[in-house]
């Protein structure tokens, strides 16, 4: 993930409300169960989870993309709230006849994307395409190699939208995502195809607009697995390049 600069990467928001995360994550989701088990005619309920639930390493054999099955261990609340809603979505499931899965999101990016009290990062893509789109002519990174698997948010709706209207699952969790990973750099000069003269510099970590981990490249930080959801579905995401440059058409269309 990118926190921004060296300074903003310092803030911790679990430090500063634990309980807030947990009850908003867990009892949010408890409360929406006890609505949703009172719809007579409720198809399906989908639980949208995380890929924080996921180790920091993984596969075990390097190169493959994160499966679905094995490798869960949250370390951070966040993840751990969401691996724990995971597990009471499914006993409400088998508790009151509901159909339920969850869905595992990589780095989800695109409209209404921004900084919460919650939240106090953007992914990569985000902070790419606004600078660009900007007319900003420079990106300071830390590194072109640092990786993640980014996907747009318009795609993550058709994927649960696609799971939503399927007669039947096989399977409790699923992920989406791009189903590979897009480098920094990679990422700079898909931009710099709809911003002709964007570029990036490599800086310090603590003069860079972008700071990346290079070292986080497999685990839930690498590719996710999306095998599960297409053969179930057929959905598929578009590839991360064509996504990013219409991420940057809808910038540019927006008010200032």
């Given at each position: 993930?990118?926190?921004?600069?060296?300074?903003?990467?310092?803030?911790?928001?679990?430090?500063?409300?634990?309980?807030?995360?947990?009850?908003?994550?867990?009892?949010?989701?408890?409360?929406?169960?006890?609505?949703?088990?009172?719809?007579?005619?409720?198809?399906?309920?989908?639980?949208?989870?995380?890929?924080?639930?996921?180790?920091?390493?993984?596969?075990?054999?390097?190169?493959?993309?994160?499966?679905?099955?094995?490798?869960?261990?949250?370390?951070?609340?966040?993840?751990?709230?969401?691996?724990?809603?995971?597990?009471?979505?499914?006993?409400?499931?088998?508790?009151?006849?509901?159909?339920?899965?969850?869905?595992?999101?990589?780095?989800?990016?695109?409209?209404?994307?921004?900084?919460?009290?919650?939240?106090?990062?953007?992914?990569?893509?985000?902070?790419?395409?606004?600078?660009?789109?900007?007319?900003?002519?420079?990106?300071?990174?830390?590194?072109?190699?640092?990786?993640?698997?980014?996907?747009?948010?318009?795609?993550?709706?058709?994927?649960?939208?696609?799971?939503?209207?399927?007669?039947?699952?096989?399977?409790?969790?699923?992920?989406?995502?791009?189903?590979?990973?897009?480098?920094?750099?990679?990422?700079?000069?898909?931009?710099?195809?709809?911003?002709?003269?964007?570029?990036?510099?490599?800086?310090?970590?603590?003069?860079?607009?972008?700071?990346?981990?290079a070292s986080l490249m497999d685990g839930m930080w690498g590719a996710?697995?999306?095998?599960?959801?297409?053969?179930?579905?057929?959905?598929?995401?578009?590839?991360?390049?064509?996504?990013?440059?219409?991420?940057?058409?809808?910038?540019?269309?927006?008010?200032?």
């Amino acid at each position: 993930m990118s926190r921004g600069t060296a300074a903003e990467a310092t803030r911790e928001p679990e430090a500063e409300e634990p309980g807030r995360i947990i009850d908003v994550n867990i009892m949010g989701t408890v409360a929406v169960l006890e609505w949703a088990r009172t719809l007579a005619k409720l198809p399906r309920f989908i639980y949208v989870s995380s890929g924080a639930v996921y180790k920091h390493h993984g596969p075990d054999r390097p190169g493959e993309p994160l499966p679905e099955d094995g490798y869960v261990m949250p370390r951070r609340l966040y993840g751990i709230s969401k691996l724990a809603s995971e597990l009471i979505s499914e006993r409400y499931g088998d508790l009151f006849g509901l159909s339920t899965a969850s869905v595992r999101l990589s780095s989800v990016y695109g409209t209404m994307d921004r900084v919460t009290p919650s939240r106090n990062f953007r992914h990569v893509p985000n902070r790419i395409a606004h600078l660009a789109a900007a007319g900003v002519k420079r990106v300071r990174v830390n590194s072109f190699a640092a990786v993640g698997d980014y996907i747009h948010a318009e795609d993550v709706a058709g994927a649960i939208v696609a799971l939503l209207r399927a007669p039947a699952l096989r399977y409790g969790a699923y992920n989406i995502a791009a189903g590979v990973t897009a480098s920094v750099g990679e990422l700079i000069a898909w931009a710099a195809e709809k911003a002709p003269g964007f570029h990036g510099e490599i800086v310090a970590a603590n003069a860079a607009d972008i700071l990346q981990d290079a070292s986080l490249m497999d685990g839930m930080w690498g590719a996710y697995d999306i095998s599960r959801i297409h053969a179930e579905t057929g959905w598929k995401p578009r590839p991360v390049r064509d996504a990013l440059h219409a991420y940057m058409d809808w910038i540019k269309s927006q008010p200032s």
